[in-house]
C-alpha cells in the first residue's frame, strides 16, 4: 500500500501561501526584536518554525487530497459443480458408484490445487448451490439451470479460469440449462458424463392424478400413467394398494416396444384420515431401476361436507357470486332457498346446516324466526336499512339506527382485527375496489363484536363497520356485513388477477371462522398435514396464560412417531413469542406426532398426523443426457471430457490451464480522502505553534 498528495491548486497557489507565511514571520521577529534577550540564530530558528507551521495551514486550506493504492492479489479459481441428485447412482450399485463419484471429486480438487489454482467445489439438486460440504447424492429434483445461475451470481467478476460440471445430464425440474440460464460470461465448461446413456428395459409409474379431500362413503377418481420399454412387449400387472390390501388390480399388454397407457379408477373412500394409496406395476426381470414402478398418493377423507343453507328474500348478484366461491370449494355443499320460491327441503336443509347465510330477510319473514330456532351459526348480509332493523331486532349487542339515506363507501380492513388473517395484498386490493351502495345509519356494538371492515374516507377510516362477528365462547356465533355491491369488487379484483385471491380469501375465511369448533385451548401445536419429502417438517407452537395472552418460559415437547413405529422426540425452541421446532428432511410416509406442555400443574396435549410425500422425478428419465453436456461444453468455449470412467481429474486442470491460464489478478484500489481529516497532522500543527509561542515568550517577551 502506497500513498501520496494530490493539490488542484496550481505552484503558484502553494508559492503565494509560503510567501505570505515568510512575511509573517519575518514581521514577528525582525521588526518586533528589540526587546528580549534571544540571539539572533535563536530568533532564525523560531521564525523558521513558524513559517513551516504556517505555510503548512495554509496548504491545508488549498484542500489538498490523500490518494492511497491499496493492492489486491486474487488467486486463480475453478468451479467444480457436482451433480447431487438421486439420479446420478441409479445406474449400478448405488453405494459403490457413491464412492466413485466422491474419489473422483476429490481428486479433482487436489489437481487443481497441485497446480496453483482454487477449487470451488459446489453441489446443486433441486435447490441453489450451496457449498458442498457432503456430497449425499439424495436431491429428489434437478435444477442444473438454477445451479448455473447461481454459480453465475456468486462468481461474477471473480478471476475464475473455468468450470467443470460433474452430472448426468438428467433435468426435470425449471429453465431448459441450455436456453434460458446463463453460466459465467466468458467462462469456458469442462463437461463430465455420468450414468448409462443407452435405452434399458423399463417399467414405470409416472404422472398420478387424484383428488387430495374425499368424503367417507364416497368415491373419488384416480388415474395413473404406466409405461414399458423393453425388446418385446410383455403383460404388465398393475395394482392399486391401500391399507395393506390390493383394492385395483389389472393387466395391460403393451401394443410395442415402448408404450405408455393411462389408468383410471373410482375408488371408494372407507376410512376417515390421511389415507395412504399405492400404485405399482410388476418389476420384470431385466429391469435395472425399480424404484420408479411404485408411486404413492395421499388422500385426506373426511367425515362428511360443511353445509351451508342459505335463505335470501330474492335473487341477488352479491349472492351469486358468494355461492360460486363457497360452490368451487369441495368442502362446502351449499343449498340456496330463495323466500319467494318455496323448497320442500328447506327444513331438512335448516336443520342440517353447519352454516346459515341470511340475505337481505325482514322483521316480518317467517325464516327469521325459523333461523332463530336453529343452532348454526349465522351470516346476516343486510342491503338496505329494513334488512338492517330486522338484525338489529335480534337483541344480539347490535344495534341500527336509519338516517333514512344511504351512501357509496368505501372498504378498509380493520386494524387489528385477529379473528382471521387477511393476505398481505388486502390493504391495497381494498383501496381499488369500487364502492359499496349501503344505507346511512349510526351503530351501536357491545364489546362482544368485533368490526373486521369498516368505511373508509378517502385515507381515513371511521369507526362505522361494514362487517363484524361475534365470537363468544360457548354461545352461537354471529357476523353481519352492511350493503350491497360486493360482486363489483369480484369483478374489479378479477380484472387484475382472475382467481381474486384477496376477496376469495375473505369469503372462504369467514366460512371457516364460522363453522369452525370454538377453539380456547391455552396449547396449540400447529403443523403441515401433507409435506414434500425434500421440504423441511418445521412445527410451530402456541401457549397462552389464563387471559390468552401470549405466555413465555414454557416447556414444549414434541413426538414424531415414524412409519416404521420409531419415536423421534424434541423440544421447541421460543422464537419471539411463539415456540419452534426444525425436524429437517424426512422420508416418505404418514408421520403422526404428539406435543405436550405444562402450565399451572395441567399437562396440556395435542396430536395429529402428517403425510410426507415422496418425489419421483429422478426416476422418470430412461437414460442419462450427456448429449446435453456436449452441446452446453460447446457453447461456452470448453469441452466435453467423456465418461467420468475416461476422465482424468489431471488431464482436464491441464487443459483448462492450457486454455485459461493459471495468472492471479492483481487489483488496486484507489481511495482519496481529505488531508484535513488526518487529525494527528492538525495536532502536530498546533503543538508547533505551542513550542514556538512557549520560547518566545520566555526569552523574546512578546
Not at 119 to 124: D, G, I
Request: charged share 20%; hydrophobic share 45%.
Amino acid at each position: 500500500m502506497g500513498w501520496d498528495w494530490v493539490l488542484e491548486a496550481g505552484g503558484w497557489a502553494v508559492a503565494g501561501v509560503a510567501a505570505v507565511a515568510a512575511l509573517a514571520a519575518w514581521a514577528l521577529y525582525r521588526v518586533y526584536h528589540s526587546e528580549g534577550g534571544l540571539k539572533r540564530s535563536g530568533r532564525w530558528a523560531l521564525g523558521a518554525l513558524r513559517f513551516a507551521v504556517l505555510t503548512a495551514i495554509g496548504v491545508l486550506l488549498l484542500a489538498p487530497l490523500i490518494r492511497q493504492v491499496t493492492e489486491e492479489i486474487e488467486r486463480p479459481v475453478a468451479v467444480v459443480l457436482v451433480d447431487d441428485s438421486r439420479s446420478m447412482v441409479l445406474d449400478g450399485d448405488s453405494a459403490e458408484v457413491a464412492a466413485e463419484l466422491q474419489t473422483w471429486t476429490d481428486g479433482m480438487q487436489a489437481a487443481f490445487a497441485e497446480r496453483g489454482v482454487d477449487a470451488a467445489v459446489l453441489r446443486f439438486a433441486g435447490e441453489a448451490v450451496p457449498e458442498a460440504d457432503d456430497l449425499s447424492w439424495s436431491g429428489e429434483e434437478t435444477d442444473l439451470g438454477a445451479a448455473l445461475e447461481a454459480v453465475k451470481d456468486r462468481y461474477a467478476h471473480r478471476n475464475v479460469k473455468g468450470l467443470v460440471l460433474v452430472s448426468d445430464g438428467r433435468v426435470n425440474r425449471g429453465v431448459d440449462p441450455e436456453y434460458g440460464a446463463e453460466g459465467l460470461a466468458g467462462v469456458p465448461m469442462w463437461t463430465v458424463g455420468v450414468g448409462d446413456t443407452t435405452n434399458r428395459a423399463d417399467r414405470w409409474v409416472g404422472e398420478v392424478a387424484c383428488n387430495r379431500v374425499a368424503y367417507l362413503g364416497n368415491r373419488f377418481p384416480l388415474e395413473a400413467v404406466v409405461g414399458f420399454r423393453g425388446e418385446t412387449p410383455v403383460p404388465v400387472e398393475v395394482t392399486v394398494k391401500h391399507a395393506g390390501q390390493i383394492i385395483v388390480r389389472e393387466t395391460w399388454t403393451p401394443r410395442t416396444a415402448e408404450s405408455v397407457t393411462r389408468f383410471s379408477w373410482l375408488l371408494d373412500a372407507t376410512r376417515v384420515g390421511t389415507q395412504r394409496y399405492e400404485i405399482a406395476c410388476t418389476v420384470g426381470a431385466d429391469e435395472r431401476v425399480v424404484a420408479n414402478n411404485t408411486a404413492v398418493v395421499y388422500v385426506d377423507v373426511l367425515e362428511r361436507q360443511k353445509s351451508v343453507a342459505i335463505a335470501a328474500r330474492a335473487p341477488h348478484p352479491d349472492l351469486g357470486w358468494i355461492i360460486a366461491a363457497l360452490s368451487a370449494q369441495e368442502a362446502y355443499d351449499v343449498h340456496v332457498h330463495y323466500e319467494r320460491i318455496p323448497h320442500p327441503n328447506w327444513r331438512t336443509h335448516l336443520d342440517e346446516a353447519d352454516l346459515i347465510i341470511a340475505h337481505d330477510l325482514l322483521t316480518e319473514s317467517e325464516w327469521v324466526q325459523d333461523i332463530l330456532g336453529a343452532g348454526a351459526p349465522v351470516w346476516w348480509v343486510g342491503t338496505d336499512a329494513a334488512s338492517l332493523s330486522a338484525f338489529s331486532n335480534l337483541n344480539l349487542g347490535a344495534s341500527f339506527t336509519s338516517r333514512e339515506l344511504t351512501h357509496r363507501p368505501f372498504a378498509a380492513p380493520t386494524e387489528g382485527f385477529t379473528l382471521f388473517q387477511w393476505p398481505d395484498a388486502a390493504e391495497s386490493a381494498f383501496r381499488l375496489e369500487p364502492p359499496l351502495v349501503a344505507p346511512l345509519g349510526d351503530w351501536e356494538l357491545s364489546p362482544a363484536w368485533s368490526p373486521a371492515l369498516q368505511v373508509r374516507l378517502g385515507d381515513l377510516v371511521s369507526d362505522t363497520p361494514l362487517m363484524a362477528f361475534r365470537n363468544v365462547s360457548g354461545e352461537r356465533r354471529w357476523a353481519f356485513s352492511v350493503g350491497s355491491g360486493y360482486w363489483r369488487w369480484r369483478m374489479s379484483e378479477g380484472l387484475r388477477d382472475e382467481a381474486a385471491p384477496v376477496l376469495t380469501s375473505w369469503v372462504t375465511s369467514t366460512v371457516q371462522l364460522l363453522t369452525s369448533r370454538s377453539d380456547v385451548r391455552r396449547f396449540r401445536l400447529n403443523a403441515p398435514n401433507r409435506l414434500a419429502s425434500n421440504d423441511p417438517l418445521i412445527a410451530s407452537a402456541e401457549v397462552y396464560d389464563a387471559a390468552l395472552n401470549p405466555l413465555s418460559g414454557a416447556r414444549v415437547e414434541m413426538t414424531l412417531t415414524t412409519p416404521e413405529g420409531n419415536e423421534l422426540s424434541g423440544v421447541l425452541t421460543e422464537d419471539g413469542g411463539r415456540y419452534r421446532l426444525d425436524w429437517g428432511r424426512l422420508p416418505a410416509g404418514v408421520y403422526t406426532w404428539e406435543a405436550s406442555t405444562t402450565l399451572e400443574g395441567e399437562l396440556l396435549t395435542s396430536r395429529g398426523e402428517i403425510a410426507v410425500e415422496a418425489s419421483a422425478l429422478e426416476y422418470t428419465a430412461d437414460r442419462a443426457d450427456h448429449g446435453l453436456l456436449l452441446r452446453l461444453a460447446e457453447r461456452s468455449g470448453g469441452a466435453f471430457v467423456g465418461p467420468i470412467e475416461q476422465a482424468d481429474p489431471g488431464a482436464i486442470a491441464d487443459a483448462l490451464i492450457a486454455q485459461r491460464g493459471a495468472q492471479p489478478v492483481r487489483y488496486e484500489e484507489i481511495q482519496l480522502r481529505d488531508a484535513v481529516e488526518l487529525e494527528w497532522v492538525l495536532w502536530l500543527l498546533v503543538a508547533l505553534l505551542a513550542v514556538e509561542w512557549v520560547f518566545r515568550r520566555r526569552t523574546v517577551g512578546y
